[in-house]
């Protein structure tokens, strides 16, 4: 696999690229998207395009797109809602294993249960009710700061637990209307973890002080979707669980807001 090359025009680092190509990583993601639910916490991704769908009901329903798809859960379940559903990842391996899911309607995984000991596991599109919809998808690696032209014209347009591993993300929401048709949903999720080895502290939309009063994200994504967007509802908490071995969890709240294009 060719690793790419980075440069200050790119939304990743060499730190983000490390995380998100190991085998551990892409193992926990797989568990995440597609294993079963943990403590009773619903599958974060399922309920993300709940929200959106509950939020698009009068809407179209033609073209969608997931940034940040990593294993493609997402991208799947909105394909049973969309005409055509786009899912990008900066991260290959990620990509590599959301089109094996496409390509054979499943896929297997290792994790860790304690020491040295593992667990294979296998999942299915068909487990969940989503291989009849599959061929309505496609996945891509790209660079979300940096997207081909191509990639525009959007009804929806979901970016879950992204925007605090840019390392531009004023530069994401600043432009991100243009992907977006007027009258389209934009959904972002996060938990809001800014830290310095992802993004620059100048770069962080909260968590930070600003002309000495503190600011926090919601404030700080408000101020940049404001000449182009109005929020719809108010935000809510999605709870999100990872699996690092057969006894020890990660537990996180994201906030997640929505996003109507007006201009």
């Not at 991260?91 to 054979?104: E, G, H, L, Y």
């Not at 404001?226 to 699996?243: A, G, T």
Request: glycine fraction near 6%; hydrophobic fraction near 35%.
């Amino acid at each position: 696999m060719k690793r790419p090359v980075f440069s200050k025009n790119t939304s990743t680092s060499v730190a983000l690229y490390a995380r998100y190509h190991s085998d551990l990583v892409a193992a926990q993601y797989c568990d995440a998207h597609y294993g079963p639910d943990k403590f009773g916490v619903p599958n974060f991704s399922k309920r993300m395009v709940q929200l959106c769908t509950t939020a698009m009901k009068e809407g179209s329903h033609r073209n969608a797109l997931d940034l940040g798809c990593a294993v493609g859960r997402s991208t799947f379940e909105l394909a049973s809602h969309f005409d055509q559903v786009t899912g990008i990842d900066y991260s290959t391996r990620f990509i590599d294993i959301a089109n094996r899911i496409k390509k054979n309607g499943w896929a297997c995984y290792q994790l860790p249960e304690e020491g040295v000991l593992i667990s294979d596991h296998e999942i299915s599109l068909s487990d969940h009710d989503l291989a009849e919809t599959a061929h309505k998808v496609s996945f891509f690696q790209g660079d979300t700061l940096n997207l081909e032209p191509r990639f525009c014209d959007y009804d929806l347009i979901l970016a879950a637990n992204l925007i605090d591993r840019l390392s531009e993300p004023r530069k994401f929401l600043a432009h991100i209307h243009k992907r977006l048709l007027v009258g389209g949903l934009l959904v972002i999720a996060s938990p809001y973890n800014w830290l310095d080895q992802f993004t620059p502290r100048k770069q962080w939309l909260g968590g930070r002080f600003r002309a000495g009063s503190p600011l926090n994200s919601l404030e700080g994504i408000g101020r940049k979707l404001s000449k182009h967007f109005i929020m719809i509802d108010e935000p809510q908490e999605v709870e999100c669980v990872i699996r690092e071995t057969a006894r020890t969890f990660r537990h996180c709240n994201s906030q997640a807001t929505l996003w109507r294009r007006i201009r």
